[in-house]
């Protein structure tokens, strides 16, 4: 059975100068980039790597095409970094539904990927950090993850290097689930129950994303904050 996919999305610099979270919402293309904090002009590379990787996409709606779109913007991100002398970078997660294998995900950094089913929210990402591996390796306790200094530090990353390493996910969707795709200024701000409760209360998906950016606001998230809700139809 052919998915239809229908989103809304949403975004607010929060408690930053700046809003480095980009989001897009095309045709069968959904997806999210945050510029990594700290390097030069997040905002130029989350908007460009969107923007590559949508105009790529276009050309080759495979779920082949969409790890070649997301290669093609990393590619777009280092060029511009390599000609202003700059190191940029950013996140990106990305689904796509593509002409072959259904609903696809594409995942680099630590931006995530959620799908709510019968009220319950479920992580479809692993995020791509130092803590994360550690964590995942049983290398450092979740306590001692909170407060560790590399907490926020990418393993990998759209834009630093002419390849990256892009996690595919062929998602299993039903009707009436939801996918929640956020930037780290919303799910570090608000708990699952919170975005489950928001989630499973707002049907229409534009709406639902302007309430999770502004309840994470509302929170005082000290990031930007970003979000793009896709109804599976």
Not at 58 to 78: E, I, K, Y
Not at 108 to 132: C, F, Q
Not at 206 to 226: G, I, K, R, T
Request: aromatic share 2%; glycine share 8%; proline share 2%.
């Amino acid at each position: 059975m052919t998915s239809t996919l229908v989103a809304g999305a949403a975004t607010h610099q929060g408690g930053r100068r700046n809003n480095q979270d980009a989001v897009v919402v095309g045709d069968g293309l959904f997806g999210l980039a945050d510029g990594v904090g700290g390097l030069s002009s997040g905002e130029v590379a989350s908007r460009l790597a969107l923007d590559a990787l949508n105009a790529d996409f276009a050309t080759d709606r495979s779920a082949d095409g969409l790890l070649h779109a997301c290669q093609q913007a990393n590619r777009a991100v280092l060029r511009r970094a390599d000609r202003e002398a700059v190191t940029m970078g950013t996140t990106l997660v990305a689904v796509a539904l593509t002409t072959d294998a259904g609903v696809v995900a594409a995942h680099v950094g630590d931006s995530r990927l959620y799908r709510l089913r019968n009220g319950h929210l479920e992580l479809l990402t692993r995020d791509h950090t130092v803590i994360a591996e550690l964590l995942r390796a049983g290398a450092v306790s979740e306590d001692a993850a909170d407060e560790h200094p590399h907490r926020n530090v990418l393993t990998r990353a759209i834009g630093v290097g002419p390849e990256v390493e892009v996690d595919r996910i062929e998602l299993s969707c039903r009707p009436e689930d939801r996918l929640l795709i956020c930037s780290d200024g919303l799910f570090k701000t608000l708990s699952t129950e919170e975005i489950e409760e928001i989630l499973g209360s707002e049907p229409n998906p534009q709406d639902a994303a302007e309430q999770l950016v502004a309840a994470a606001v509302e929170q005082l998230s000290d990031d930007n904050v970003s979000a793009v809700v896709v109804n599976v139809e």
